[in-house]
Nanobody
Framework: QVQLVESGGGLVQAGGSLRLSCATS????????MGWFRRAPGKEREFVAT????????SHADSVKGRFTISRDNAKNTVYLQMNSLKPEDTAVYYC?????????????????WGQGTQVTVSS
């Protein structure tokens, strides 16, 4: 069993930055591929970014590529999402998730554990 706790969300102006953190407990983070997903009001949950168990492979959604960066620190059992040049359309609840897959995966159905989410609001 893995528990995931997100933090770092908040209100920011367009063009600003935030860094989300996802702390894991129960089992060491290095056992899991980790991902970030988001759900905007009235929309379905969508993939944002993923990082493999070792951290040597990442993938980012086209909508955030070049602005967001996923990373992990297995020694701290923490995964990060650095978000720069934020836009109002980035407003959503952001979820951290853990998958038993070795490779990075963009499919939400591959993820076994989910956090409660953290709200990110970007004002124009």
């Amino acid at each position: 069993q893995v528990q995931l706790v997100e933090s770092g969300g908040g209100l920011v102006q367009a063009g600003g930055s935030l860094r989300l953190s996802c702390a894991t407990s129960g089992r060491t983070t290095r056992r899991y591929t980790m991902g970030w997903f988001r759900r905007a009001p009235g929309k379905e949950r969508e993939f944002v970014a993923t990082v493999s168990q070792s951290g040597d492979s990442t993938s980012h959604a086209d909508s955030v590529k070049g602005r967001f960066t996923i990373s992990r620190d297995n020694a701290k059992n923490t995964v990060y999402l650095q978000m720069n040049s934020l836009k109002p359309e980035d407003t959503a609840v952001y979820y951290c998730a853990a998958s038993g897959y070795i490779a990075a995966t963009t499919r939400s159905r591959d993820y076994d554990y989910w956090g409660q989410g953290t709200q990110v609001t970007v004002s124009s």
